[in-house]
């Protein structure tokens, strides 16, 4: 039928930042935290723990579980938007690391949406090659750009990665179906500038530094219609209904968001998947960590469907089918 995800491994940094940890920081609770946001702790990467270095331990510990070795993947796919360098991507890191030498290498920003789309990709891919063995990777280390005076911001986001091997296969299984949209116009509620310009006539005259921006009340507002509009009209699309649903897996930002969608939705809370308590927002990578932690927990049923969805900067957003 189409793009099977073969297995799936994550990696999160050791070490745990908390709420109380944060009290030391800002000008905040370990309460407000926890009511406005769910998010009790999130990982910070540390020495060592760069980007790719998440990303190619999240990999190796995919292709275990897919019984595949880097020599027979033939692409790499990184979703990020924090990776150490801009040039080269974080994708030609990982292929370094692992020795996957017969692999091409990139990466993808669609921000906190990039895992997402990135399955989109490598369906259509694999359904126009279908000989290949595709590593798509999602992996954060928002820490590095994250304004650690802004509590508005500090306090969402966390480093981790997330990682599936997928091929084709001719069963009925797989990626079903995504939709996926973005809208430029509202780019300035959630953005990170690049470093400042050399060139002075494309240089900001006030150049806000290179940190997370967020307006988040209306973030919070959007994301959780746009996400509801994406899954309602994908599902009618593809004529499924929710009670079929074995579990979601929506992007980890906020329990609020989450709990509103759910509500709107009618879905029942026991049919989706959190660990944002434990994470934070980790962008990119949030879905594949939580997709990798739901099936080492044995939550995904053969057979089932599995509802993901993300909202993130751009704006960019979107659900995706797949049959387990
Ligand atoms: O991946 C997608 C990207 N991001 C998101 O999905 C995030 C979406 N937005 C959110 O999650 C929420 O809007 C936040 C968690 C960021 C904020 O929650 P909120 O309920 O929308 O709070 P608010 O921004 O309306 O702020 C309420 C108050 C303000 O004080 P005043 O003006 O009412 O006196 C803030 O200054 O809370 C204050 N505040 C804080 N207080 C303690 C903001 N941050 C903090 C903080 N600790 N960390």
Redesign the pocket.
């Known amino acids: 039928m189409g793009a099977v995800i073969l297995g799936t491994g994550s990696c999160l940094p050791d070490r745990v930042l908390s709420n109380h940890d944060l009290e030391e920081i800002?000008?905040?609770?370990d309460e407000?935290?926890r009511t406005?946001?769910g998010i009790n702790t999130r990982r910070i990467a540390g020495k060592g723990e760069e980007t790719y270095r998440l990303a190619t331990v999240a990999a190796q510990r995919a292709m275990e579980m897919a019984g595949v070795i880097a020599e027979e993947i033939d692409l790499i796919i990184v979703a990020t938007i924090s990776s150490h360098m801009l040039m080269p991507s974080c994708a030609c890191f990982v292929q370094k690391e692992l020795g996957a030498v017969k692999a091409f290498a990139y990466d993808i920003n669609a921000a906190?949406s990039g895992f997402l789309f990135g399955i989109d990709i490598v369906d259509k891919y694999l359904r126009s090659d279908r000989e290949k063995k595709i590593l798509l990777i999602g992996a954060e280390t928002l820490s590095s750009r994250t304004n650690w005076e802004d509590?508005?911001?500090c306090?969402?986001f966390g480093d981790g990665a997330g990682a599936v091997v997928m091929e084709y296969r001719d069963e009925a299984r797989g990626v079903v179906a995504s939709n996926l949209c973005s809208d430029g116009n509202l780019w300035s509620l959630?953005c990170m500038h690049n470093a400042p310009s050399s060139n002075p006539d494309l240089s900001l005259a006030d150049h806000p530094g290179t940190h997370i921006l967020?307006e988040?009340?209306e973030?919070?507002k959007y994301?959780v219609k746009a996400m509801e509009g994406a899954i309602v009209d994908l599902l009618s699309r593809e004529k499924v209904d929710l009670d079929s649903i074995g579990l979601m897996i929506p992007?980890q930002?906020?329990i609020?968001?989450l709990n509103k969608l759910v509500s709107r939705l009618g879905i029942p809370p026991e049919k989706v998947f959190i660990n944002v308590q434990k994470y934070g927002?980790t962008?990119a990578a949030s879905i594949p960590i939580a997709l990798d932690e739901a099936n080492r927990e044995g939550k995904l049923k053969a057979d089932e469907f599995i509802l993901v969805c993300s909202?993130?900067?751009g704006f960019t957003w979107g659900a995706t089918l797949v049959r387990w």
């Not at 800002?26 to 609770?29: A, L, P, R």
């Open positions: 800002v000008e905040t609770s407000w935290i406005r946001t906190c509590r508005n911001t306090i969402l959630l967020m988040g009340r973030v919070f994301a992007h930002a906020n609020r968001i927002n962008s909202f993130g900067g």
